[in-house]
């Protein structure tokens, strides 16, 4: 009778949360139809999903929500003949949703009928709020995780059944849109109308926004859906007596942070991973080992990256590449903490780790002389080259790690010890050691 009541509860829960999900999206769905009379109302052309809508009607008696509508059922009857067996109930539930967007739209053209700017400035301004909304609108979506509308979810159709990179299909499919609606546009109003530099703008920024939102508000999901699988943390309930010792180990380039990591594991009889990440990563993401090995903990701007990935906004369990790796690598990670004594090396471990109830983070740096002489001797660089190297795999390293947590990298509070290398490998062994002790 118990475990009766204990499904039951189970799966009231389960339902509430569905609800609330739903709510979340249906005002995402409205958000994102602000976003889009905004950016309309702007007059600079509109985002590439809604360009061929509009481009039409410019040109036929119906409104811009109307041809959202149609062109959203042709793109659901796409997915039918792309999908055929595996076209699902859920592909269904777009067409709704798509009517409810089409309305949703006109509704905020009406809303947004004073807006009218005549000053090209006036129509940049509207426009970069128009993203900003379309912007949050999109992350609102994304958050609710329980439908998608038509266009995201064509492209994730070509994806399933012809098995190509969502990031390309995605872009090829916005670039075909556009190019799509500046033909109608010669073809119905014999010049290009309705298609401007606003819909090169709106498809930069939206996403990249987007992306943006979901970083900083990364706390609102567990909040909202605290019983969802995203806590990819140790379970801080275990037992901490029968919990491993773990030290990870971020280091400047060239401070000689693998080599230390790595004597202080045989110190210590500890386990010992650096490049053992990623042979064990490449396994769960399909990724070449080589492929990883370039991609892991370099990010040459976050900012670029937030840029240039903003097209994975929608990916079905199909994220960018590198936040793969770093998924990847942090279940390792956190896999490799759970089993016995070991040193980390970088990859944001301590980050990772935060939950961890015995885990020593370290951070090592050196002079920039001290550095430059050792890469000098040890990959046969000049000093020039050297210098070089140092200072741009340290600003990788610097934007990876803010990209991923959110905090400075080598900021002292961060970690229990931070030490100098040029002082000595002993002393830098010595005093982790010693620090150990009040770990434990």
Not at 266 to 284: H, T, V
Request: glycine share 6%.
């Amino acid at each position: 009778m118990k475990n009766y009541i204990k499904i039951l509860q189970k799966r009231s829960k389960s339902h509430h949360g569905k609800t609330k999900r739903y709510i979340i999206f249906f005002i995402g769905l409205y958000i994102n139809s602000l976003g889009v009379a905004l950016i309309t109302k702007a007059s600079l052309g509109t985002s590439p999903i809604s360009s061929i809508p509009y481009v039409l009607s410019l040109n036929f008696p119906f409104t811009l929500g109307n041809f959202t509508i149609f062109f959203s059922l042709l793109l659901i009857f796409l997915q039918l003949l792309i999908l055929r067996k595996n076209f699902k109930l859920e592909h269904v539930l777009q067409i709704p949703i798509s009517i409810l967007f089409g309305y949703f739209i006109d509704w905020s053209m009406i809303l947004l009928g004073f807006v009218n700017p005549s000053f090209y400035l006036m129509k940049i301004i509207y426009l970069l709020i128009g993203c900003l909304i379309l912007g949050f609108g999109v992350y609102t979506e994304v958050l609710a995780n329980v439908a998608m509308l038509p266009g995201e979810s064509f492209v994730r159709a070509i994806v399933m059944t012809w098995h190509t990179e969502f990031g390309v299909t995605k872009i090829c499919f916005d670039v075909s849109m556009t190019v799509i609606a500046g033909v109608l546009s010669f073809v119905f109003a014999g010049k290009l109308d309705g298609v401007r530099e606003g819909t090169v703008i709106a498809a930069l920024l939206v996403g990249f926004i987007a992306r943006l939102f979901g970083r900083f508000l990364s706390f609102v999901e567990p909040t909202l859906f605290p019983n969802s699988d995203t806590n990819t943390d140790l379970d801080t309930d275990t037992d901490s007596t029968d919990t491993p010792i773990v030290i990870t180990i971020a280091r400047e380039y060239g401070s000689g942070g693998h080599d230390l990591g790595e004597a202080l594991a045989k110190r210590l009889g500890f386990d010992f991973y650096d490049n053992e990440i990623i042979q064990m990563a490449a396994g769960s993401t399909g990724y070449d080992p080589e492929f990883i090995k370039n991609n892991d903990e370099q990010m040459r701007s976050s900012l670029l990256y937030d840029l240039m990935n903003q097209v994975y906004s929608h990916a079905p369990q199909n994220p960018a590449p590198k936040d793969k790796i770093f998924a990847a690598e942090s279940k390792v990670i956190n896999e490799l903490a759970s089993k016995g004594n070991c040193v980390v090396i970088g990859r944001c471990a301590d980050y990772i780790l935060k939950n961890h109830p015995h885990c020593m983070r370290i951070f090592l740096h050196a002079p920039a002389e001290y550095r430059v002489k050792r890469i000098m001797r040890t990959e046969n660089l000049s000093h020039d080259a050297a210098l070089t190297k140092a200072i741009q795999m340290n600003h990788k390293r610097s934007d990876n790690y803010h990209y991923y947590t959110h905090q400075p990298w080598g900021l002292s509070r961060n970690y229990h010890l931070t030490l100098d290398t040029s002082l000595g490998d002993d002393f830098v062994l010595d005093s982790i050691c010693e620090g150990l002790k009040h770990i434990q």
